[in-house]
């Protein structure tokens, strides 16, 4: 059977997902994260659960060479074929940190690096070894549209571009706040899709690039770096009323999980490149995403800007998309 590579696939609404994967859509897995041991206990339960080949990748996407060597690995177990071909990326992990700015080993921010940079060189790297009609699922957040209930708690840094979030706060200049941080990551997320989208077909490579928002879900892990009280909070019953009440999207960490495995392995999705799909009170359902996540310009300059952050060289550009 195919094989689907997730990334946190074994915490959270990856739970799930990964679950769903395994069960109804028969895919064997690879879960890709930073922390080896978790993963495989969760690796062994899925395998004897649903008989399924289930490979841990250790990948920890804040760092750009960790995200080669684990690409490098997966390139290597498919020519020997020790995994089936992949059908689908599912770029899942992500975090939302507290406190000071903080910056990886390459130098950048650790929220914009986590969440974004290391998703962008893991495509890159492995792109060409999706299979026909494959799918790249990219994980986002309703906070990266300002429009919205969602957005406004956190707000984005528009002005900023790309090599300007990976270097905030460096030479004594103010640094962008961890929430806005966290919502523009995402909202790159959404500009990445939507332009690979565009390459793709302009490229007539037959793989889809798609968007998704699982929605304000609590126990998932999320705010692990956040207050205990704000992490118990953000979990109560009463915070969940006051949230739906106000427009927050909700999400559910079981309905939210099984959304993102219906859109990266169902065929009712087959055909669905270039979209956004949000999971909110039990509903999973296409909607338009910012509009700034719809400017051209910015993601032309996004997709460059990036190449050059992560630097990708010539020789590991597994497939030109102009």
């Known amino acids: 059977m195919p ?85 689908a990326i599912i770029c899942n992990a992500g975090v939302r940190l507290n406190g000071k700015v903080s910056y990886t080993e390459d130098g950048y921010e650790q929220t914009f690096a986590t969440n974004y940079l290391g998703h962008v060189l893991l495509i890159e790297l492995l792109i060409d070894r999706i299979a026909k009609n494959g799918r790249i699922v990219l994980t986002s957040s309703g906070t990266h549209d300002p429009d919205t209930t969602d957005g406004k708690m956190m707000g984005i ?48 490579i037959p793989l889809s690039s798609i968007a998704y928002d699982p929605g304000a879900t609590s126990g998932t892990g999320f705010l692990r770096n956040m207050p205990k009280p704000v992490q118990w909070l953000a979990g109560s019953s009463l915070m969940h009323w ?46 338009q995403s910012s509009k700034l996540s719809y400017d051209k310009q910015r993601a032309e300059k996004l997709w460059n800007d990036t190449k050059t952050l992560i630097h990708l060289q010539s020789n590991e550009a597994s497939i030109r998309l102009r």
Not at 18 to 35: D, E, P, T, V, W
Not at 171 to 199: F, Q
Not at 243 to 268: E, H, N, Q, W, Y
Request: proline share 2%.
């Open 157 to 204: 840094a528009a002005e900023y571009d790309a090599i300007e979030l990976a270097n905030t706060g460096k030479n004594g200049t103010k640094p962008v706040s961890n929430g806005k941080l966290y919502a523009t990551s995402k909202l790159n997320m959404i500009l990445y899709a939507y332009e690979l989208d565009r390459r793709l077909k302009r490229a007539d």
């Open 3 to 87: 094989t689907i590579l997730i990334t946190g696939g074994h915490s959270g609404i990856g739970v799930e997902c990964s679950k769903l994967l395994a069960s109804k859509y028969h895919f064997n897995l690879i879960l890709a994260g930073r922390s080896p041991e978790k993963m495989e206990t969760f690796a062994m339960e899925l395998r004897n659960t649903y008989e399924r080949k289930v490979h841990v990748l250790k990948i920890d996407t804040s760092s750009l060479a960790s995200v080669r060597a684990g690409a490098d690995e997966c390139r290597k177990m498919l020519d020997l074929s020790d995994i089936d071909p992949l059908q």
């Open 242 to 287: 006051v949230m739906k009440r106000s427009g927050v999207t909700m999400g559910d960490v079981i309905f939210s999980g099984k959304s993102l495995a219906r859109i990266a392995a169902d065929p009712a999705y087959a055909n669905v490149s270039g979209k956004y799909f949000q999971s909110n009170d039990g509903k999973l359902i296409e909607r």
